[in-house]
């Protein structure tokens, strides 16, 4: 197959985990006799330096010219800590996802047994927990009208019954391919936001039968995550409380270094890691690949390349099997990996089997 994938680095670890990610998806095709024709364009921080925009017209035209985006990560503390920039790095994420429709975001929960004791949770807690959260992702108080005065501010939590329809689609497919059961989360003894949430999905569950639906309050939702995570199958929720919520769920796996995720809508799909942009890290060859790799496999999985998105899952266990681990990850004791050596082990472990 011959696939064009738009490649955007971005900023601080960035661009060190992208070449991991391409170092991994060159080795499945030349195992697996498949052309991936890379384009490499600017995002985030690294946009701004060079055009001022941190989403140019360019890049909005390579991506919508791919079959997918090979996303890293945005965010400079350069920005974060000057609160009248007029420009910020994470625009460039929000315009991306604005620009291409991505209203769907899937963000697998999965944990690693031989990684247990890196969560925060009791392994017994944790251990089997495996579920995955359909944030809605384009609309919501993140995209509502914005007012901003010297002594009041705010941001409109909007949605229109078709935005809440779609993703609760998304999630019901998910969930028939899973273990059936899907939560909705959401505010509805307060937001009226919520209520309308809520009367959408209770009509659109009707449509399936063979599925158990329950809501659950956000605030409840954010106990049970932590105290019985493996409650859920499929999560699904508005912008901000899916937001909160997968920061939350991604770090009882014990290391947000190893977590994919994609968007998904109306263009091309975008395949990036949970984690952030980490800049004090960047250069320094310590960052974990692995969520960038892993985003490939389910990258490859969705354009229907299952058993490539499968040898990559399997090099990947093989690597924390065989403690070829960065830092955040590594037993006590054992030598560490730096970001580059664990990437090659990854690719050389393809090409080998
Ligand atoms: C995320 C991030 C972004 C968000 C930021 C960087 C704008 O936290 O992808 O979850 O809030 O959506
Ligand atoms: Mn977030």
Redo the contacts with the bound molecule.
Sequence with gaps: MNLKIAVLPGDGIGPEISRQGVKVLDAVAEKFGHKFDYSTALVGAAAIEATGNPFPKDTLQVCRESDAVFFSS??DPKYDNNPDSKVRP?QG??AMRKQLGLFA?IRPIDTFDCLLHKSPLKSEIVKGADFICIRE?TGGM?FGEKHEEDDKAYDINFYTRKEIERILRVAYKYALQRKKHVTVVDKANVLASSRLWRKVAMEISMEYANVTTDFMFVDNASMKIIQDPRFFDVIVTE?TFG?IL??EASVITGSMGLLPSASTGESTPVFEP?H?SWPQAAGQNIANPVAQILSGAMMLEYLGLDKEGKAIREAVDQSLEHEVRTPDIQATGAPYYGTEEVGQWIADYIRKH
């Design positions: 945005v965010g994470e994420l929000l975001n992702l993140y912008n937001d997968t920061d949970i952030g």
